[in-house]
């Protein structure tokens, strides 16, 4: 008789039968099925609003599609105001999404320094290109040299 009532009781352990389970189910009402499936919603919800906010670029991120990894385009951080950079050179590291760079600085479309300095926080996050840059290498003229024949 004791084995058969220690058999049946693995089985409703099992089977999640048990007095535990049974005191779940009964003292769960409607109303907080409905709150916790209201809060399941909710955080869905926030998810799906963070995966939709797009994550800022580092400065490699940037000029990666850019001709020559954005050799003589301007960029500049989102939170500077009259600030940009017109690379003049970039020393990428392995991965291609760190590294350093080199470009001549701008203050209010004016170039502030003659000689290519560092980039500071090419890194960090929060960079953008400028588009008026594209435009300015597209309308120099190309000298073509002749070809003798």
Known sequence: MATA???LGLLRR??????LSTR????????????S?????????????????????????????LPSWGVGYKVAKTTWRDV????TKIN???DGRHGKAWGIRYKAGVQAAEAPTKISG????GW?????????????PKVETPVAA
């Not at 099992?14 to 007095?19: D, F, T, V």
């Not at 998810?47 to 990666?64: I, M, Y």
């Not at 940009?84 to 690379?87: A, V």
């Not at 953008?128 to 120099?140: C, F, G, H, V, W």
């Open 84 to 87: 940009s950079y017109q690379i």
């Open 14 to 19: 099992s089977l999640g039968l048990g007095p």
């Open 128 to 140: 953008k290109y400028i588009k008026e840059s594209q435009k300015k290498l597209q309308d120099t």
């Open 92 to 94: 990428l590291y392995k």
């Open 37 to 65: 499936a209201e809060g399941g919603a909710a955080a869905a919800a926030e998810t799906a609003k963070e995966s939709k906010r797009r994550k800022k670029k580092n400065l490699f991120d940037v000029v990666q599609f």
């Open 5 to 7: 009532q220690r058999g």
């Open 122 to 125: 090419v890194n960090k996050r």
């Open 24 to 35: 779940r189910a009964l003292s769960t009402s409607p109303a907080t099925a409905a709150a």
